[in-house]
């Protein structure tokens, strides 16, 4: 099992790439980072399950999937919609039921189902209550005996 963090650099925690859940909230940068590596997965033809904590989470980050533009569709659905097996990319905020590759973590900690995928992406946001969190998944994921690799996001 391949582990990475995302590290997220201060400036990108301020300007989230301006993509906007609503008028009045800003996707935090990891969400939109997410989409991005989504975008990636999806072209390299893995097949994608991205954990959220909640619902609200979930909605937000297919919204702002389905923000990008057309000629970087990135096909997605909310777990327990869409054809019979998922889209390439599946968002949740249960442990998901079909066979996936991928694993993007936007939860605040590691789920039990980790270990059902060959990678794991995880991030560490600027803010200082998400980067605490991000520490203890890593530090997790030592405990288990897997090293992550991480990368300074730009």
């Not at 777990?79 to 019979?84: T, V």
């Not at 990319?89 to 079909?98: D, F, N, R, S, Y």
């Not at 803010?127 to 203890?136: D, G, I, M, S």
Request: aromatic share 10%; glycine share 4%; proline share 7%.
């Amino acid at each position: 099992m391949q582990v990475t963090f995302y590290v997220l650099a201060e400036q990108s925690a301020a300007a989230s790439t301006g993509s906007q859940a609503n008028e009045l909230t800003p996707a935090p940068a990891h969400f939109a980072l997410a989409c991005q590596l989504c975008a990636q997965l999806y072209r390299a033809k893995q097949r994608v399950f991205v954990y959220t904590a909640d619902q609200q989470s979930a909605e937000l980050l297919d919204e702002l999937l389905w923000q990008f533009e057309p000629d970087s569709f990135v096909p997605h659905n909310l777990a327990g919609e869409g054809p019979q097996r998922g889209a390439p990319v599946e968002i949740g905020w249960q442990a998901p039921k079909t066979s996936r590759q991928v694993l993007i973590n936007l939860a605040d900690q590691v789920p039990d189902f980790a270990r059902r995928f060959n990678q794991i992406i995880e991030f560490v946001p600027a803010e200082p209550t998400l980067k605490a969190q991000a520490r203890e998944r890593y530090k997790q994921y030592r405990q288990a005996g897997i090293l992550p690799e991480t990368i300074t996001a730009d």
